[in-house]
């Protein structure tokens, strides 16, 4: 579904992605991990077209993107939660819900869609009239997810879903991406913790100051100490 190239990204003189190849395949759930820094944020900022490739190709669906504008990459049916969820605080869960809407003009489908995922994620439909801002984080990510779901994509791009949230909820948050899923989503899933990461996903890459380091199953990793201990660190195996 959609096929990374030999990408780089470079701001200035800083290149944060070295030509870097990746594939994520319908259906699959893919964890891109790795430490802080390692051009994470970079490739999927490349992906979605918010950041300019230096070299190499990006395919969705059998096209080539490269030349495609952020929005256009949108309605082609890829999506990105970002990093540290950038909901808005000020607007309503609601507004928040139909901005994500915004390059749709089904209406039908628009609302089809939010009863959907307000079922799927019931607290949003309890905290839809409230501010973003009120919402504790657990909830502002579950806000994030579905506001970046609400443009009907068919890969989701995550970026750090769990960062900042307590064991228990980040559980909750990859349930409900793995329930995602089963839905017929595709899954691309950027995060630090590679522990949880690993108990959903397929496959996974590891990107070190903006090499891939390794890629292979979810379960090849997680289960070799000495992978874990070579990429992910001491002590997590
Ligand atoms: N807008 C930017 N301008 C300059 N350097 C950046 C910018 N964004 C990220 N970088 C640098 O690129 C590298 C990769 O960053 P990033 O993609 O955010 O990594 P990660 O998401 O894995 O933490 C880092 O060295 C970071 O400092
Ligand atoms: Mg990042």
Do not use: C, W
């Not at 959609?2 to 992605?17: T, W």
């Not at 970002?82 to 909901?87: D, F, K, S, T």
Request: hydrophobic share 40%.
């Amino acid at each position: 579904m959609l096929e990374v190239d030999s990408i780089s990204v470079n701001y200035g003189p800083v290149r944060a992605v070295h030509s870097v190849s990746l594939t994520v395949e319908e259906g699959e759930i893919v964890a891109l991990l790795g430490p802080n820094g390692a051009g994470k944020t970079s490739l999927l900022s490349a992906i979605i077209g918010l950041v300019p490739v230096a070299e190499g190709t990006i395919s969705f669906q059998g096209q080539n993107i490269n030349r495609l504008d952020t929005e256009s990459r949108v309605e082609r049916g890829l999506s990105v939660t970002p990093e540290g969820r950038h909901i808005f605080a000020n607007l309503t869960v609601e507004e928040n819900l139909i901005l994500g809407a915004a390059s749709r003009r089904d209406k039908d489908g628009i609302a089809r869609d939010l009863e959907t995922y307000l079922d799927m994620f019931p607290i949003l439909r309890e905290r839809y009239t409230q501010s973003g801002g009120s919402l504790s984080g657990g909830e502002q990510q579950m806000l994030a997810v579905v506001r970046s779901l609400m443009s009907g994509p068919k890969l989701l791009m995550l970026d750090e879903p769990s960062l900042g949230l307590a064991p228990r909820i980040v559980d909750q948050i990859f349930k409900l991406i793995s329930g995602l899923r089963d839905r017929g989503l595709t899954i691309l899933v950027v995060e630090q913790n590679a522990q949880e990461a690993l108990k959903f996903a397929d496959r996974a890459y590891i990107l070190s100051t903006g090499n891939l380091e390794f890629s292979g199953t979810a379960e090849e990793l997680r289960t070799s100490a000495d992978l874990m201990k070579a990429y992910i660190g001491e002590g997590v195996a």
